[in-house]
């Protein structure tokens, strides 16, 4: 079996000595070139029992993240490779903007959008969210509603529209990402129901006046 990869070619030009480099100081690099500098060495006749166990080391861990990558796979578009972009689940935003504000979907959505570069999208997801949570709270605060089994169901309708009209549109649906941390989220929450509380106690001593 032929053991090439992608550093193969650049592994054939170099001296014995910086072949071992590679061996001696695996953690600054990373596997693949790791693994062509081995299969050098063997052509080479240079690789110890040391090296060798190096190699299956590595290819057993390969093999590892492989099938968790596959089982991810199967049912959504998660993914361990760690070249792929750092989001937010549309699920999680989903239940994020519907529990806290649609504004608060919107904040993570935009945030995944400057991931993906695309700062005009996520300037849109923010005006739209901001607009449309100004709209819901004035509309409930004129029919003088606060019980969460009225407002969840629009809210829930608020980050739909977002999904519907500004993700799907704009990100392929077979996007591969890595699951961000949920910890910024939830500090983003806690801001988000200040301010709010902040305005409720501001217009109950506007209306005291």
Do not use: C
Not at 128 to 151: D, E, H, K, P, W
Request: net charge neutral; aromatic share 12%.
């Amino acid at each position: 079996m032929i053991k090439e990869n992608y550093y193969s070619n650049k592994m054939a030009a170099i001296s014995d000595k910086d072949l071992m480099e590679y061996i001696e100081n695996k953690s600054q690099y990373n596997d693949e070139a790791i693994l062509a500098a081995i299969w050098e060495l063997e052509k080479r006749k240079l690789a110890n029992d040391e090296i060798l166990e190096l190699e299956i080391q590595i290819n057993q861990q390969k093999f590892v993240e492989q099938e968790g990558s596959d089982e991810i796979n199967k049912a959504s578009n998660l993914t361990l490779d760690p070249n792929a972009p750092l989001l937010y689940s549309s699920k999680f935003i989903l239940i994020f903007g519907t529990l806290f504000s649609v504004f608060g979907g919107g904040i993570l959505m935009a945030l995944n959008f400057l991931r993906l570069n695309k700062p005009k999208h996520a300037l849109l997801a923010l005006f739209f969210s901001l607009g449309f949570t100004i709209i819901q709270l004035m509309f409930f605060s004129l029919i003088n509603v606060t019980s969460a089994f009225i407002t969840a169901p629009v809210s829930l309708l608020g980050i739909y529209l977002l999904d519907i009209y500004f993700w799907k549109r704009s990100v392929p649906h077979n996007l591969k990402f890595r699951k961000r941390d949920i910890k910024g989220a939830l500090i983003i929450a806690v801001l988000i129901s200040l301010f709010f509380v902040y305005l409720i106690f501001q217009t109950i001593d506007i209306n005291n006046i």
